[in-house]
């Protein structure tokens, strides 16, 4: 090693003057571009440093993937095994969910029940609002030339915002829902419980009117019931955020609007809501119910008159339509006879002419009945049994007394 050194002092010294030299003319010398200086030594010292920076880079990416795809898969095929879980029981949910939905459409049309669906919306633009503390209002762009009028629902996707208060010819006043003289017909998404949602002093929101007794959730969703005639029931207004006893034996029940009143920049007003009855879908299973009510009895059909082709074919067999059936006849000679209950007597069945002219007259709308369906007696007429049913006049009438011979 010595002899080395001795043998090439002069030049490693000369390199290292050369390299002493280089160093700092690095060190004095910048480099400029236009946005930044710098120099000479910090731009080589980084092109030095980067290639092992990033082949280090390189290694700690490929170790980092390497665990997230290959060893960290065996949690994520129980994650995955747990989720498929879920999805199964998730899908009887909804079954169980949508037969309860058939069936509650089906009573509500069995109760004539009738729904609210907002059919027509106007969009505006918020361009004021109030400026007090007292009251708590906006003001819009559309006005009476909009078609926009008092006590109309103002709400934005998020929720309702508030009712129309004043209508002017090109702008409107809305109420909001966090003023004091405000009020909201609410619901309870979960425990049905209804009461009326109205604005405090300090600009928060309360739902008054429950009794201390029931239990309320924090966290719960308030919906619209509908009994205020403005709001279409089921949008959201606010979840519950403190639930605490109040006086007078109610709640106070704190809630958050789901809209954020202080940032409101475009609404959305109801115009116009359509009030439909529920129908049931058909689609769906037909259950017990439905098929014992298509079972029951039911008032039978008023029977159809006769027409006239039926009437004219009854006359020609000699029976009136809806007469009973044949009667016996007993003649002289002891043989019996059936004959139509309601064929009339015969201009055959009179021995003389005396008797003929006795006869009564027998209505129009009887039919005749021929000669060759009355029975011929051995020893006189046969005699004919009518029933009660025959056709009789109205008025019967008189026998004539024979005719008497006056000399000519």
Do not use: C
């Not at 049309?109 to 009738?114: E, M, N």
């Not at 309360?206 to 009994?227: F, H, I, N, W």
């Amino acid at each position: 090693m010595e002899s080395v050194l001795g043998r090439y002092r002069n030049l490693i010294v000369l390199v290292g003057v050369l390299f002493v030299q280089v160093l700092g003319l690095a060190v004095q010398v910048k480099r400029t571009t236009d946005t930044d200086s710098s120099r000479l030594i910090r731009i080589w010292a980084v092109g030095a440093v980067s290639p092992f920076e990033k082949a280090l880079v390189w290694v700690q990416t490929s170790s980092g993937n390497l665990w997230h795809n290959y060893f960290y898969l065996r949690g994520v095929r129980a994650e995955n095994r747990e989720l498929k879980q879920r999805i199964e029981q998730m899908r009887i949910e909804q079954v169980r969910m949508s037969q309860d939905a058939d069936q509650a459409r089906r009573l509500q049309a069995l109760l004539a029940f009738k729904e609210q669906f907002i059919s027509q919306t106007k969009a505006a633009q918020v361009i004021g609002s109030s400026g007090s503390e007292q009251s708590r209002s906006i003001y819009l762009d559309k006005g009476e030339k909009d078609g926009i009028r008092p006590d109309m629902a103002v709400i934005t996707a998020d929720g309702v915002v508030g009712k129309v208060l004043h209508v002017y010819r090109s702008t409107s006043l809305v109420l909001l829902i966090s003023d004091q003289t405000s009020g909201v017909g609410a619901i309870l998404e979960k425990s049905r419980l209804q009461g009326i949602l109205r604005g405090e002093p300090s600009g928060e929101v309360a739902l008054e009117k429950v009794m201390s007794d029931e239990q309320v959730a924090p966290g719960e969703l308030v919906l619209t019931s509908g009994g205020d005639r403005i709001f279409p029931k089921g949008l959201p207004i606010g979840k519950v955020t403190k639930v605490f006893p109040g006086s007078d034996l109610f709640l106070n029940i704190q809630v958050k609007p789901t809209v954020n009143l202080s940032k409101l920049e475009e609404v959305l007003v109801v115009t116009r809501i359509d009030e439909r009855q529920a129908t049931p879908e058909q689609t769906g299973p037909v259950r017990a119910s439905d098929i014992l009510a298509d079972r029951l009895p039911t008032v039978p059909p008023k029977p159809a008159e006769p027409t006239a082709a039926a009437t004219g074919a009854a006359a020609q067999s000699g029976a009136t339509p809806g007469s009973k059936p044949s009667g016996s006849v007993n003649s002289q000679d002891g043989v019996p006879h059936s004959v139509p209950v309601r064929a009339p007597q015969s201009k055959t069945a009179v021995p003389n002419a005396a008797a003929d002219n006795a006869t009564p007259a027998v209505p129009k709308t009887t039919p005749k009945t021929p000669a060759s369906q009355v029975p011929q007696g051995t020893g006189g007429a046969a005699t004919v049994k009518v029933s009660q049913d025959a056709t009789k006049p109205a008025v019967e009438p008189k026998p004539q007394p024979p005719p008497q011979d006056h000399p000519q």
